[in-house]
């Protein structure tokens, strides 16, 4: 009884290793060219090209200064660059997708992956498909193209399920197609020395309007009202307040709102300007509009009815590219001072 137990032990240790070995040969002999997702030197990328089964697509090309652009026009989100030449850089095989789940997998990345193609200069040197997350939420299906012959480029009927090491989650994501998602979101971005002047103008407070000049970047300010009446100040307020320029962004594009909507607000007087102008005399201004409150809840618990204006956030115009955005007070509200905010020794909170 003894000996046929230790020989069934042996029995299933022998099928299972014979399983193993059958498996990682089969693993094997997939052409190593169709599982080399990566790529090393992703210094060498100057294009990223993305497109998805809707047809929505989007171009990242790298300008000779090594600043990003969105399709050709806008400045791209640095952190989204750098999140996908990582994802790019640090792809890895988890493993091949099992020939139970092949079939269906590839039926699903034919109608529902984007497509991914990576150029250094003019040369196509990475294509492949990005599909789906798989069901435990750590991997993401993909397929690698064939591009050995850019003149008949074939796609492999061999999908892999991806992943990148010491990360917890699938990849789809990374791979977005709507531009504006791509698009920087900085609103003013000046070294103190660049800036000339900062005007802050307020619709209902005229009188509590001003206007901050630097002597041509010597870190020499003075602090007048729009009718050019200076103003006494405390000259740490004032820096401290020139500094804030230096990062100030918006938290996302207003491209959901119907273009009649945006129209009639932009024909609105604007609650607030604030225009920078920097030593070349170039002027950036941004006008801000209040935003009617959706949310049903007051403010605070004392009040009865909600505010009628959102009290988290504004619209904003900015010149140049005329962008209609959405900004925060968390943000913008330390910008939206009164000249009291430079003469008081304790000034008010930001």
């Known amino acids: 009884m ?65 600043k990003w652009k969105v399709n050709g026009k806008y400045d791209a989100r640095p952190d989204g660059i750098k999140n996908i030449l990582v994802t790019i850089h640090d792809l890895s095989v988890r493993e091949p997708v099992g020939l139970n789940a092949k079939e269906n997998v590839i039926k699903k990345l034919a109608t529902g992956s984007t497509k991914c193609e990576i150029y250094a200069g003019a040369k196509l040197i990475k294509q492949y498909y990005v599909g789906n997350e798989t069901a435990d939420m750590m991997g993401t ?25 010491g990360f917890n989650g699938y ?29 802050i103008q307020h619709k209902d407070d005229i009188e509590n309007s001003f206007k901050i000049i630097q002597s041509a970047g010597k870190n020499v300010f003075s602090l007048q009202t729009i009718a050019g009446k200076k103003i006494p100040f405390d000259t740490i307020a ?59 809840n007051p403010i605070d618990s004392t009040a009865t009815k909600p505010p009628p204006f959102d009290p988290d956030r504004m619209y904003a115009q900015i010149s140049g590219t005329g962008d209609f955005v959405i900004v925060q007070y968390y943000v913008f509200g330390k910008l939206l001072q009164t000249p009291s905010y430079f003469t008081s020794v304790k000034r008010p909170k930001e």
């Open 2 to 66: 003894k000996r046929n137990t230790i020989t069934l032990i042996i029995a299933i240790l022998i099928g299972g290793l014979t399983l193993w070995l059958i498996s990682r040969q089969s693993s094997s002999t997939i052409r190593a060219s169709l599982r080399d997702f990566a790529v090393s030197d992703t210094g060498a990328i100057t294009k990223i090209f993305l497109i998805d089964k809707a047809n929505k697509q989007v171009t990242l090309t790298r300008e000779t200064t090594g």
């Open 141 to 165: 299906y993909m397929l690698l193209s064939d591009i050995s012959d850019v003149d008949e480029i074939v796609n492999s009927s061999e999908p892999f399920v991806m992943e990148i090491q």
């Open 171 to 199: 990849l789809t994501s990374r791979y977005f197609t709507n531009a504006s998602e791509w698009r920087d979101r900085t609103a003013f971005h000046y070294f103190v020395p660049e800036i000339h002047t900062i005007t």
């Open 238 to 296: 004032v820096k401290q307040f020139v500094s804030y320029f230096g990062n100030i962004g918006f938290e996302n594009f207003a491209d959901k709102l119907p273009k009649d909507k945006i129209d009639s607000i932009i024909r609105s007087a604007p609650a607030h300007v604030i225009t920078v102008t920097d030593a070349a005399n170039r002027k950036t201004e941004l006008k801000l509009f209040l935003k009617k409150n959706e949310g049903s």
